[in-house]
């Protein structure tokens, strides 16, 4: 078994938001799913860490859902910026499982356990979190992250963290987000959110103990990145 990440999906099956009008991103739908089954197999892990689909709704969400479902492995859902069809996890557990979409995991205030590998996550949000609303949504958060490390889990071996939003980008930091990844001892962080020429001044590699990875799906050519 062998544990993936890729974010950013943008699915647009049931809805008019193609991603295929960007530079890059011509065909991408097709190279995604070629080389998502040239290395997923059924007993793999894929993380997807936000920006899902673009649908309003669970039921507008179901065509991407499935375009997941039938391909190779369990997937890993995290919330992202423009994944407007969140809802509670009861909601969205309920709604999984009523379609047949068995092959879907929600991540959200919990942790969830793959081939020895503890996988936690949060959204995360913006590093210029100046305004009294982004201020909370940014504690939120944090709460949400704590509330996934503390998660009762058993059989692991190590934990990964996985963000939407980089805790960490070109010369900017969210303070609140790193404390707490140093408190937990966190090894090793994938983040999306990230595109085109914004890569250029993603951090990757170690910064206080941490290693901080992009995973965004044009950055990886929109080829899933195994991790473990």
């Known amino acids: 078994m062998s544990v993936f990440a890729i974010a950013d999906l943008h699915l647009s099956l049931g809805g008019d938001k193609p991603m295929d009008v960007f530079p890059g991103w011509e065909g991408y739908l097709e190279k995604l799913r070629e080389n998502w089954l040239a290395l997923v197999g059924e007993a793999d892990t894929v993380v997807i860490p936000g920006d899902i689909s673009w649908g ?30 969140w809802s509670t996890k009861n909601k969205m557990d309920t709604f999984l499982q009523e379609e047949g979409l068995s092959s879907l995991t929600i991540l959200h205030n919990n942790s969830v356990v793959a081939d020895g590998l503890r996988i936690c996550g949060s959204r995360g949000w ?4 100046s305004l009294e609303e982004d ?9 949400r992250l704590r509330l996934s490390l503390d998660y009762p889990a058993q059989g692991y071996e190590d934990t990964a963290v996985f963000l939407h939003y980089p805790p960490l980008f070109g010369s900017a930091t969210c303070p609140e987000m790193l404390s707490l990844l140093g408190e937990y001892g966190v ?6 959110h990230i595109h085109g020429a914004g890569a250029a001044y993603a951090w990757q590699g170690p910064y206080q103990g941490t290693d901080y990875r992009l995973v965004s799906c044009d950055y990886l050519k929109f080829s899933p990145m195994r991790i473990r």
Request: charged share 30%; aromatic share 12%; proline share 2%.
């Open 187 to 192: 090894k090793r962080v994938f983040y999306g």
């Open 135 to 143: 201020r909370k949504i940014l504690s939120r958060e944090v709460g």
């Open 126 to 129: 913006a590093l210029d979190a």
């Open 56 to 85: 309003k709704s669970l039921r507008g969400s179901l065509a991407d859902f499935r375009f997941l479902q039938q391909l190779p492995g369990r997937k890993i859902l995290l919330k992202g910026n423009h994944d407007y069809f």
